[in-house]
């Protein structure tokens, strides 16, 4: 059973900056890719950034230039550098992973973390 499990989350001013981290239960080379999400209140859950096993990375435009996904092979997690912050950035940022199995796409959520850009 794939578990993902988001830490990082938290209170923080606009224009400052923020890291999120998602530690896998397994080998993060065993999913196609892996990616942050995020649902504000009353919206829609939205892709923020996804990075695949290769180290192709892919971001939204509204977090161009501002946000950067990474990761630590060793360690299982990847990360969400989150800089130049702003109120809309307000969220449950949750990480995905999709795993290939019975050749179909499998989806695996974290439990999503708050991040709350606030002055």
């Known amino acids: 059973q794939v578990q993902l499990v988001e830490s990082g989350g938290g209170l923080v001013q606009p224009g400052g900056s923020l890291t999120l981290s998602c530690a896998a239960s397994?080998?993060?080379?065993?999913?196609?890719?892996m990616g942050w999400f995020r649902q504000a209140p009353g919206k829609e859950r939205e892709l923020v950034a996804t990075?695949?096993?290769?180290?192709?990375?892919n971001y939204a435009d509204s977090v161009k230039g501002r946000f950067a996904i990474s990761r630590n092979i060793a360690k299982k997690t990847v990360y969400l550098q989150m800089n130049s912050l702003k109120p809309e950035d307000t969220a449950v940022y949750y990480c995905?992973?999709?795993?290939?199995?019975?050749?179909?796409?499998?989806?695996?959520w974290g439990q999503g973390t708050q991040v709350t850009v606030s002055s």
């Open positions: 990075i695949t096993r290769a180290g192709s990375t």
């Open positions: 397994g080998s993060i080379f065993s999913f196609n890719s």
């Open positions: 995905n992973a999709v795993q290939l199995a019975a050749g179909r796409d499998v989806d695996y």
